[in-house]
């Protein structure tokens, strides 16, 4: 069992930086002092171990599987159970039965926020964990392209429809910014803000484009990126803010 403040990261469509927004979320509510476990439910798509280039894996103590720690944070992903970058083969049952394992066979212990991160879209996979997670919030990551917004769109309806609490909006890749100055929108602007007002909630953050970073070290952990750290600070900082009140969930 999970205890904590539950935020689920999700979106309409892969490619749009869901995995990078939660991991980045994950580091800078560590960085504030907060017990941070990361859970990857990409099942398919697993790319957190990558992204943080860990290949570690996980223990196990009194038949329980002790997470992977990295950064301040726990971590559970697929990818550190399979071998190598083979893909997940498996039915819905199988898959079903693996976030379980995620969930309950996993010693957490009490963390201040799980961060999970969703497969995307509104299919089978997402709507099952949507209906696992009853009282979940969630984030809805998108890029400002109108067809990601448009894509992105669903899977908030699906949200609500689960009668899961919306936070809010991130948009990613919002502008290019080579000098720090001048901005350009290569994926159009202002689709964040659309997408809020359509699911009638806040755009909680616009992240601007960054270079992929290949050596584990994301955004949040590059002195060389001071824009990205603090606009993530920023973010954690008002999720902290928005779940500070409320009492602790448990799955």
Excluded at 40 to 66: A, C, E, F, R
Excluded at 75 to 84: E, N
Aim: charged share 20%; with cysteine; hydrophobic share 40%.
């Amino acid at each position: 069992m999970i205890n904590g403040n539950v935020i689920a990261i999700t979106s309409g469509k892969g490619g749009v930086g869901k995995s990078t927004v939660a991991v980045n979320i994950a580091l800078s509510l560590a960085n504030l002092g907060k017990k941070v476990a990361l859970i990857d439910l990409d099942i398919y798509g697993y790319s957190i171990p990558k992204i943080l280039n860990v290949d570690s894996k996980p223990k196990t103590m009194n038949n329980k599987i002790i997470p992977v720690g990295h950064e301040s944070i726990t971590l559970m992903s697929m990818g550190f159970l399979v071998k190598g970058n083979e893909p997940v083969v498996w039915r819905g049952p199988m898959i079903g039965k693996m976030v379980g394992h995620f969930f309950d066979e996993v010693i957490w212990g009490k963390q201040d926020f799980i961060i999970l991160d969703l497969p995307p879209g509104t299919g089978d996979m997402a709507l099952d964990l949507h209906q696992k997670l009853p009282e979940c919030q969630e984030i809805i990551v998108t890029t400002p392209h109108p067809n990601a917004v448009h894509v992105a769109e669903r899977t908030g309806l699906m949200a609500k429809q689960t009668n899961h609490t919306i936070l809010g909006v991130v948009e990613n890749m919002s502008y290019f910014s080579p000098n720090g100055t001048d901005k350009y929108h290569l994926f159009g602007k202002g689709g964040g803000e659309t997408l809020a007002k359509k699911l009638e909630t806040e755009l909680l953050a616009s992240i601007p484009l960054a270079a992929p970073q290949e050596n584990g070290q994301p955004s949040v952990l590059i002195s060389e990126e001071p824009v990205l750290k603090e606009l993530y600070e920023t973010l954690a900082k008002s999720l902290i803010e928005k779940v500070n009140n409320q009492s602790v969930e448990s799955i």
